[in-house]
C-alpha cells in the first residue's frame, strides 16, 4: 500500500478506536477527561502525540480485566505474560482478534517464503505465554500443517524433526542453539533434515548468533517480534532482506520516544518503542510503553513493501545493567563471544557489589574442542575473552571458563544474567 494511502488508513482507524476506547473503557475516559481531551479532538494520526500513555502498571492496577473494551462474553481467548518481574499482565482477545493475529503471523511466515505446502514445527512453549498458540495459529492460517510441539525434550523434539519433517520451525533463538548442540552431540548431520527456514524471537539476539543459527542449522533465520500486551507475535516481522524488521502499521502505530522526556525522537536516532493498536476489540491499548529499545530505519526496503521497519530491538531498557556507571546489555557480551574460536553461545553474567563497585564476572563456556587441561592455552583464552570483552564495554570483566554443557540450556526465553546488587535474574 503506497504510504499515503496507509496514512489514511491509519487516521480513520485510529480515530474510530479513540471514540470506541472513550465510551467501552473507564480508565481511558477518566485519562481523557483529566487531559481534557475530547475523541473529537484526534482528527488524524498527527494527532497521536494528545493521546495519554499507557504503562504496565496500568494494566496491573486493572488486573485481570478492568482495561478490556468489550463484555466477557466477546472474549474467546485469555493469555498472559510471564510476570517475572511483578504481577502478570492478562491479555484478551475477541474472534475477530484472534482473526487479525493469524493474519499478522501468516504476513510473518509469507515473508520468510512459507506457503501451504509447508509443515510448520512449533516450538515455542503453549499456555498462558502467546509464543506457541500464537505461531500455531498463524501456520494454520497460511494453511501449513502445523505440529504444535510446545517446548522442552530437546530429544522428542529432535524425533519430530527427522520423523515429520517439518520445513519451517518456531522457537527462541537460545533453544535453537540448544538444539544445534544436540544435533552436533548426537551425530545428526543438519542437512539431514527438512528445515528450510525458522523465526526466532521473544527475546534479543544478534545479527553473530543469527550466523551460528544458521550456520549450524542450515536455514534461513528470521527474527520475530512482539508483546502480549499488543497482540503476541506478529507486531513486526523481517522479509528476505533481513535487514529490520516491518512493523504492521496497518494494525500497530509506533512512536519511538525518549524515555525521559516522552517526546519522539528521528528516525535513525534509539529510543523506547511504543505502540498504539488501531483495530483490536479486546485490549485495544493507546500508546503502551513497551520499555523495548528500538530504532526506526530511514528509507524505502528493497523488498517494496512499504511498513516502517524497526531495527533488531537491542533489549529492555530494564535488561539495561549500569555497571561503575556504565550502560551495558547482555546482547553486547553476546556478540562478542559469538565471533570467537573454542567459545560456546552460552553464557552468564553475574554482577555483585564489592564495598562500593560493583564486579561484573561472565562465566564462559568452552567447546567440546577447546576443553583441555593445558593451564597456558586456557590462559590464553582467557586473556583474549577479557580483552575482547574490555573493548566492547569499555570496563574490565572477570571471565571464568567453565567446562562444556555446565552452563543452563533454556527452552523458553534465556536468562542470561544473575543480578544479585538486586536479588534479582532476567
Ligand atoms: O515474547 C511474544 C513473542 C513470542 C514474540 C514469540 C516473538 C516470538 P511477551 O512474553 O509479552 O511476548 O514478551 C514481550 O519480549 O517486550 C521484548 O522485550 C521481548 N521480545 C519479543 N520478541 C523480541 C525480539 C512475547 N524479536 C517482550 N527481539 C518484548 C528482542 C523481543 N526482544
Redesign the pocket.
Known sequence: MPREELIKLQSERLCAMVKRIYEKVPFYKEKFDELGLKPEDIRSIDDIAKLPFTNKQDLRDNYPFGLFAVPMDEVVRIHA??GTTGKQTVVGYTRNDLALWGEVMARTLGAGGVTSSDIGHIS?GYGL???GM??NLGSETVGCATIPASTGNTRRQVTILQDFKPTFI?M?PSYALTIAEYLEQNGIPAETLSLKCG???????TEEMRGEIQQRLGIKAY???????VI????AYECECQNG?HVNEDHFYIEIIDPETLQPVPDGTEGEIVFTCMTKEALPLLRYR???IGMRMQGACSCGRTFVRLA?????TD?MLIIRGVNVFPSQIESVLMNMEGIAPFFQMIVEREGNLDKLTVLVELTEEAFTDEVRKLESITKCVTENIHSVLGISAKVKLVEPRSIERFEG?AKRVIDKRKQISF
Open positions: 505474560s510471564s515455542y505465554f502467546t509464543g500464537g505461531g518456531l527462541t523465526f526466532f524471537g521473544a527475546e534479543p539476539w527474527d520475530i517480534y512482539g508483546l502480549s500486551e503476541g507475535p506478529g507486531v524488521l513497551t520499555h523495548d533488531k530491538p537491542s533489549g529492555r535488561d526465553k
